[in-house]
Structure formats: C-alpha cells, structure tokens
C-alpha cells in the first residue's frame, strides 16, 4: 500500500483480471467485513472501514460504472480513499437501521445529534465522540440522516493501550437512543490492526 494504507491505481485490479476474481475476492471481503460491524443496541451500526473495504467499493464502482481510464481511476480513488484510517483514529460508516420505513422516518425525527452522541472508549481513557460527515452535510431542521461518516480520533496514549489489549466499548448517549457494547475480541483484534 502507498502512503499510509491509502490506496493507488497499483493495489487496483483491472476491470478483466477483477470479473475473473470477483467471487473469491468479494468471500474474502464479506468475512473480514464480520469483523469490522459493531452493533449498538437494536438499531445502530457502525462499520469500520479499511483499505480492504474501500478497495472493494472501488473495485465494485469501477466495475459497474465500466471505468477503465486513468481519470475516472482517480476520481474514485479521490472519493474512497479519505475514508481510510491515518493509523491514528478509526473511520466508520454509522448506519441508524430501521426495517419498516414508517418506523425509519419516525425515529430519524427523534435522532438529531445522534452522530455526535456516538462515542468510543478505550478502557483507561475518556470518550471520544466523532468527527461526523466532513464530506458533506446529513442533517436536516427535522431529521437525520440515517447513514453518517464518522472519524474517531485517538491520543497515542489510547492507541498504544488499544494495541496493548485494553477494551474498547462503543455507545449512543442521546435522548432518544442510548445503548453501548464491549468490542468483541474478533472485532476488538481487527481495528487494532489499523493502529501504528
């Protein structure tokens, strides 16, 4: 990987060599993406992203889009890679999920700021709440968005306690949804390997 885990068109397949791997490749990306889902009571979501994730989105954007020239290569690359990690903090995807839609627009009304009230915590140290959707803006005056791109930034102090086995705990401190989890050890293994 060049630059700190960031991808470039090196790491990419081509649209040929991708369409004859795409079934083991796509296996390989669903199981290690079971290790990167932390659900927050019944509702919540996050999904941590890496250079493998991203790669997928990309591969899969360039596949469907049939783009095989350099620029369009770049465009994507653009887009995706910010949301790989720096080795400081963890990138994630929050996914507020609701099956009935009724029940979706009903709750959305009631979450506002609740990509703010999202916190992880590695054992020994504060909360640390995200830096949410820095690619644009999800709120409305009346309700959430129900998918927001959070960073979490970690002191080095919290990131070397991580590396060394400290639990992580995820949550939601808002009015209307509160709920926290321990980081299984799979989990918890997983994103300390996007740590320097």
Do not use: C
Not at 45 to 58: N, R
Not at 62 to 75: M, N, P, W, Y
Request: aromatic content about 8%; hydrophobic content about 40%; proline content about 3%.
């Amino acid at each position: 990987m060049s630059d700190m885990g960031k991808l470039s068109h090196e790491n990419l397949y081509s649209l040929e060599e991708y369409a004859r791997i795409r079934p083991e490749f796509r296996a390989q990306v669903m199981a290690h993406k079971k290790d990167r889902r932390v659900a927050i009571g019944e509702h919540a979501a996050l999904y941590f992203e890496d250079a493998l994730t991203m790669q997928y989105q990309v591969q899969e954007m360039l596949r469907i889009e049939r783009i095989f020239e350099a620029r369009g290569i770049q465009d994507e690359l653009d887009v995706y890679n910010p949301l790989i990690p720096d080795g400081q903090n963890w990138k994630a995807t929050f996914m507020m999920e609701y099956a009935d839609v009724e029940q979706r627009r009903r709750e959305l009304a009631r979450l506002i700021g609740v990509d703010q009230a999202l916190w992880v915590q590695v054992e020994g140290f504060d909360k640390v709440h995200p830096v949410a959707n820095e690619d644009l803006e999800r709120t409305t005056e009346d309700k959430t968005s129900s998918v927001h791109f959070v960073r979490f930034e970690l002191t080095p102090e919290m990131a070397a306690a991580a590396k060394g086995g400290a639990a992580i705990r995820a949550g939601i401190s808002h009015p209307a949804y509160s709920a926290e989890t321990v980081l299984d050890e799979n989990v918890r293994n997983s994103l300390v390997g996007d740590l320097h």
